[in-house]
């Protein structure tokens, strides 16, 4: 256990030892200057003497510099702490990944009166507000979390709210509403409102949940096929070979078409996880429209289809995930050449600059020439100054009827009267255009008619010109 000794109560004080060197000193140096006075011959050494005595009696007897006290510090910390506190604090507020704000609530029954008193960086990027003075209605519009705020404010309560914000690429929040203490000397009330994007965990679940029910409805008709067969030649087709040849390709591409829809389903389920995420990426549409189409080459000359496009030279580079931009341009001619007559053409038409009013125009009801319908399936973000470069897609087939179009992109979606066996797919593949579209902040729209064909005109925002550097 630490203990401090205690002070003799005989020991001298600091000042009488002082006193007692300084007198002794000084007699010494008094006697050696008078010996210099009658022995001039030793005088130069005795007054040496004298000097060095002086010189050392104060040099081991002076006072340091009092060091400051644990009181005096504390007194002047104060002076500079909260300066440099502060600044680590507005610092580590505005770092935060989280958007935060602080609210202060005014009048119970004044809406208006919620404003927001501090916004992080997160906070401003996401509500497009100011770090201080923003009506909170105008920044949150979710009605259970302004509610939420009302009881931090009013009721002291704390709550967890979970909502879904609206658009094009819905995100999952959950916001955290805590009241907080008021400064000292103001009646305001004050709340704390943090969100926190819970999209990634929640399409991870939505993810999980429609894989395994589109995968279980969609693999009943192929497995129960291949059961059929493998019954059937286990009995009567066993010794009867054009019989088993038969099933036995039957039963092929069936395997076939469950593997493509198993690899369909997963690039569908991916494009969703990352959809409100969208890519950095730099693309020519042109040089992947040219990579499709000799990738589809083989195809195309099995079904006697020719594709065509004209200016193979133009460049038109956008914001985007190549693989995805290909995947788009893939899926659009694989349809066309599907549904095209032998003999026909795919035509394929590549623009570089295209307006935000054309690319988000609205539908029109079969008034265009020869009673086209045109309906737009995905908007693009209306932001002022957006232009896009489009690439569009058009076959001379049977078309589609006004009705349908709204569903083209529902998973396993078929036009009516339009599902034969000749013409395979899973019925997946509009729907993977259109969320990979989505994810671009693209837009994608559909015309057509019965016996007009059908076009789709996929669009994707320009990326800037790269600066050339000097040598």
């Known amino acids: 256990m630490p203990y401090e000794a205690a002070q003799s109560p005989v020991a001298p ?49 002076r006072r340091p510099r009092p060091a400051p006290s644990a009181e005096t510090a504390e007194a002047a910390a104060p002076a500079i702490a909260p300066a440099a506190d502060q600044r680590l604090l507005d610092s580590a507020f505005e770092a935060l990944a989280d958007p935060v704000l602080v609210v202060s609530g005014g009048e119970a029954d004044d809406i ?22 923003a009506l909170l209605v105008s920044a949150v519009r979710e009605p259970t979390v302004l509610e939420a705020v009302d009881e931090a404010l009013f009721g002291g309560i704390a709550r967890t ?30 709340a704390l409102l ?39 030649l286990k009995g009567h087709a066993r010794d009867d070979p054009k019989a088993r040849d038969r099933f ?62 004209q200016d193979r030279e133009l460049s038109a580079p956008v914001h985007g995930d190549r693989d995805e931009i290909v995947q788009v341009v893939q899926n659009l001619v694989d349809n066309a050449i599907k549904y095209s007559p032998s003999g026909d053409t795919v035509d394929i038409v590549i623009r570089p600059d295209v307006t935000l009013d054309e690319a988000a125009a609205p539908w029109s009801g079969g008034n265009r020439e020869g009673g086209v319908t045109r309906l737009p399936l995905v908007t693009p973000d209306r932001e002022p100054g957006n232009r896009y470069a489009a690439i569009t897609v058009r076959d001379h087939g049977p078309g589609m009827a006004r009705e349908h179009l709204p569903r083209l ?40 008619a019965p016996g007009q064909g059908a076009v789709f005109t996929a669009y994707f925002p320009i990326a800037p010109k790269a600066e050339k550097t000097k040598a």
Do not use: C
């Not at 998973?411 to 259109?434: D, H, M, N, P, W």
């Open 161 to 190: 709210t979970d909502y879904s914000g609206v658009g094009a690429q819905t995100r999952h929040w959950r916001a955290l509403t805590r009241p907080l203490p008021a400064p000292a000397g103001e009646g305001a009330t004050l």
């Open 13 to 61: 004080s600091a000042a009488s030892r002082l006193w007692t060197v300084g007198a002794s000193a000084g007699v010494s140096v008094v006697v050696m200057l008078t010996l210099a006075a009658f022995y001039p011959a030793l005088a130069q050494w005795l007054i040496g003497g004298a000097v060095l005595v002086g010189v050392f009696t104060w040099a081991v007897n």
């Open 248 to 309: 036995l390709d039957i039963m092929a591409v069936q395997a076939d078409r469950m593997s493509r829809l198993v690899a369909d389903l997963l690039s569908l389920s991916r494009i969703e996880l990352n959809e409100h995420v969208p890519p950095s990426g730099r693309v020519d549409l042109a040089r992947a429209a040219v990579d499709v189409m000799d990738a589809v080459s083989v195809l195309s000359a099995e079904r006697d289809v020719s594709i065509i496009m």
């Open 409 to 448: 992109t529902e998973r396993f979606y078929r036009v009516e009267g339009q599902k034969s066996g000749e013409r395979s797919g899973t019925g997946l593949g509009l729907a993977i255009v259109k969320h990979i579209v989505n994810r671009h902040r693209g837009g994608l729209t559909v015309e057509s």
């Open 194 to 232: 943090v969100l926190r994007d819970e999209t990634d965990v929640r399409r991870m679940e939505l993810m999980r949940v429609d894989f395994l029910a589109n995968a279980s409805h969609e693999l009943k008709t192929p497995l129960a096929s291949l059961a059929g067969f493998i019954e059937t």
């Open 112 to 133: 208006a009166g919620r404003r927001v008193l501090l916004a992080n960086g997160a906070a401003r990027d996401l509500f497009r507000i100011q770090r201080e003075g």
